[in-house]
Nanobody, 114 residues
Framework: QVQLVESGGGLVQAGGSVRLSCEFS????????MGWFRQPPGKQRELVAT???????NYVDSVKGRFTISRDNAKNTVYLQINNLRPEDTAVYYC????????WGRGTQVTVDS
């Protein structure tokens, strides 16, 4: 069984930065592909970034250069660093873990104040 708990969201000024964290509970974190999704208000949930167990990362084009996904396998934690925040980054950010099914956290709200 996998459990994911996100933290680090809040109200941030445009142009600022935020680092989201996701703590993983369960086995085999180091070989689990992790991801971040976001859901802006009134819109569909969308993939932001993924990171494989070995650290290889992928991003959707719209966030390349501002978002960085990383992981600390010793801490069973995955991070999402967001720089130069824009109002359109306002969303609930969800952590995921890929197994035979996709596990989801409950999300953390990021609100960018312009």
């Amino acid at each position: 069984q996998v459990q994911l708990v996100e933290s680090g969201g809040g109200l941030v000024q445009a142009g600022g930065s935020v680092r989201l964290s996701c703590e993983f509970s369960g086995s085999a974190f180091s070989i689990t592909t992790m991801g971040w999704f976001r859901q802006p208000p009134g819109k569909q949930r969308e993939l932001v970034a993924t990171i494989a167990g070995g650290g290889s990362a992928n991003y959707v084009d719209s966030v390349k250069g501002r978002f960085t996904i990383s992981r600390d396998n010793a801490k069973n934690t995955v991070y999402l660093q967001i720089n130069n925040l824009r109002p359109e980054d306002t969303a609930v950010y969800y952590c995921t873990a890929e197994r035979r099914m996709r596990y989801w956290g409950r999300g953390t709200q990021v609100t960018v104040d312009s």
